[in-house]
């Protein structure tokens, strides 16, 4: 077989195998449809499609509430939390998060399709499930450390000890001028009132203190771990040949040979 550039598309001359051609991919059985096999070429459009989704919808929401912030918008809004499933997400994540939901059920479908038509074992493509399991596990202690941080803060004797603290300190300042005042309390290190952050805990309910430990903690276990299987699909999965035959490389860069042996 004579193989010419850009025999199989013209517009696109790199891609060499039929089968990969554009016009044969059918998104809807690519993403959705786990009972299937998809090329190569087929499986890096939708893997592009679900990464790019995700990059697209973090950074932009993100970067318009930083300028709107600097530009002295009020951030209630964009920070108002949203209750979704077991998480809570600031509003303006919430079409991210809800994406990435989404796309952790058709990256998984992706990856059984891809790793079938490769002839490798489809049980590989829970790899791809694992951040999301880390992070709930994550979650799940989290949740568990902001509850108990919030049951210790309001216990008796907590209380007691910090109303111990502000009568001291009180009677520490009386006779002072109101000067005086303002420079101890910023030098201060004690004290529920002169901390914000103190103070905003403990103004949350139980079961928001809880969200936002388990946010903090799942987050970032997530994000190292979806880092992971990002590149065990760029690295592997998105390289194997189609028929799971040939040499293990990117693109459809075949020879001449391999698509005549109907590699």
Do not use: C
Not at 127 to 137: A, M, Q, S, T, Y
Request: net charge neutral.
């Amino acid at each position: 077989m004579e193989y010419t550039a850009g025999a199989v598309d013209p517009h696109r001359p790199w891609i060499r195998d039929a089968r990969d051609a554009p016009e044969n991919m059918n998104w809807w059985q690519t993403l959705f449809n786990p009972f299937g096999k998809t090329y190569k070429l087929h499986f890096t459009r939708a893997w592009t499609l679900m990464f790019m989704g995700r990059l697209l919808l973090y950074v932009i929401p993100s970067f318009i509430a930083f300028v709107a912030g600097i530009a002295g918008v009020s951030s209630d809004g964009f920070n108002k939390p949203v209750n979704l499933m077991l998480f809570t997400v600031p509003a303006v994540l919430l079409p991210f998060a809800l994406f990435t939901l989404l796309t952790e059920y058709t990256s998984f479908v992706g990856h059984v399709r891809r790793l079938t038509e490769a002839g490798r074992s489809a049980f590989m493509a829970v790899i791809v499930l694992v951040p999301l399991l880390l992070g709930l596990v994550a979650y799940a202690l989290g949740t568990q450390a902001g509850a108990a941080q919030y049951r210790q803060m309001h216990s008796p004797a907590n209380s007691e000890a910090v109303e111990t603290r502000a009568e001291k300190k009180g009677e520490e300042e009386e006779g002072e001028d109101a000067a005086s005042k303002d420079t101890q309390t910023a030098a201060a290190g004690g004290g529920g009132a002169r901390d914000p952050r103190r103070a905003a805990m403990m103004q949350m309910s139980e079961r928001q203190l809880a969200m936002q430990a388990g946010m903090g903690m799942a987050f970032p276990i997530w994000w190292l771990a979806s880092f992971g299987a990002m590149l065990w699909s760029l690295m592997y999965v998105a390289r194997l040949p189609n028929g799971g035959e040939g040499k293990f490389r990117t693109g459809s860069h075949m020879t001449p040979e391999e698509i005549a042996r109907g590699v």
